[in-house]
């Protein structure tokens, strides 16, 4: 078993692992990576010159021992964690190893919800107040949230997602509070900690899951209760419309994505900019069946069109987090050079 890297720094390992890993791997993790911690790891990175072959199998090994060290602490707790590595790695190792996770790899309040049936959750919380909703909803898997999002009361909805954009740290003591009568209710168990939730990226994701009647109804509200948020938030997320800001080659590719179908209904009530783009990165003869196929198509259900809008808008999504096309979110980092 390899010995930790004890003459690395945190950051050298993490330079070393990196570079390890390859530049696909490694592009993907720096997603994740707030731009502070991108810059100095990037800098860590350049100062590198050569990558021995057993520090990189030390550094690899340490990280996988870490990995397997979060996973038993995740499924089993604190004391089911010391007793599987003690058996793995011995008790000094073991000791070691816990000690240097139990400060930042606990589970977070309200794991046990993220095991429910988002149904199950609901009703439990569809009578709550707004804030004590908001708090439980930013702890949840995105996913589940956008569920419940989508079933509250339209006038709840977007009081709801502007609480949870503006929700910074909250109290430990209300955290817990809330969290054991929700796990009473659904008789559950759970291991607390107290990081915070909520912010502007947990709505965002949110809001990302949800209908696009949904998403309409809770962004056109926040733009009347506080016009300043919904523009932050609009401004990290991708609606159908901002197909226009695409290049032309992302478009191409989310047409050959898409079912026709889709893309009809999509653009029956979209603007002229919209359907400009759209056709002007098909095949003459395509677009022109398209305008006839809408034309004889007839009036649609607006219902209809917003499935369709959704349907698309996840799809480019997918192909936006696999690498193949490019959205701009906005600043200068999402400039394309």
Do not use: W
């Not at 050298?12 to 390859?22: F, R």
């Not at 964690?81 to 190893?97: F, N, S, T, Y």
């Not at 996770?101 to 609901?122: C, E, G």
């Amino acid at each position: 078993m390899a010995r930790l890297q004890q003459g690395l720094t945190g950051r050298q390992k993490a330079a070393v692992l990196m570079i390890s890993l390859g530049p696909d791997v490694s592009a993907n993790i720096f997603k994740h990576l707030s731009d502070d911690e991108i810059e100095q790891l990037t800098l860590e990175i350049a100062n590198v010159r050569k990558v021995e072959p057993q520090e990189k199998e030390n550094v690899l090994s340490e990280f996988h021992q870490l990995c397997v060290a979060q996973e038993y602490i995740s499924s089993g707790g604190i004391k089911y964690a010391k007793d599987v590595l003690e058996k793995a790695l011995g008790p000094q190792r073991a000791i070691e190893m816990i000690n240097r996770l139990t400060a930042t790899l606990q589970v977070r309040p309200f794991d046990f919800a993220r095991k429910a049936d988002p149904s199950q959750i609901l009703n439990f919380i569809q009578n709550e107040s707004p804030q004590t909703i908001a708090l439980i909803l930013s702890y949840l898997q995105a996913e589940q949230a956008s569920l419940i999002l989508s079933s509250l009361p339209q006038e709840k909805q977007a009081d709801v997602a502007k609480r949870i954009a503006l929700m910074e740290s909250t109290n430990p003591e209300i955290v817990s509070e809330v969290e054991k009568v929700l796990e009473q209710k659904l008789s559950a168990t759970v291991v607390s900690d107290y990081s915070s939730a909520g912010g502007i990226q947990a709505i965002v994701d949110i809001l990302n899951g949800v209908d696009r009647g949904t998403e309409r109804t809770i962004l056109d509200s926040l733009e009347i209760q506080d016009p300043e948020l919904a523009e932050e938030i609009k401004k990290r997320m991708f609606v159908f419309e901002d197909i226009v800001s695409l290049d032309n080659r992302a478009i191409q590719r989310i047409i050959r994505e898409i079912e026709n179908a889709d893309l009809q209904l999509a653009l029956k009530v979209a603007g002229d900019e919209v359907k400009d783009v759209v056709f002007k990165n098909m095949s003459k003869r395509m677009a022109e069946t398209f305008k006839e196929e809408m034309e004889y198509m007839g009036p649609v259900r607006l219902r209809d069109v917003e499935e369709a809008q959704t349907r698309i808008v996840a799809i480019i999504r997918r192909l936006e987090e696999s690498g193949e096309i490019v959205i701009a979110r906005g600043g200068r980092d999402d400039i394309i050079v």
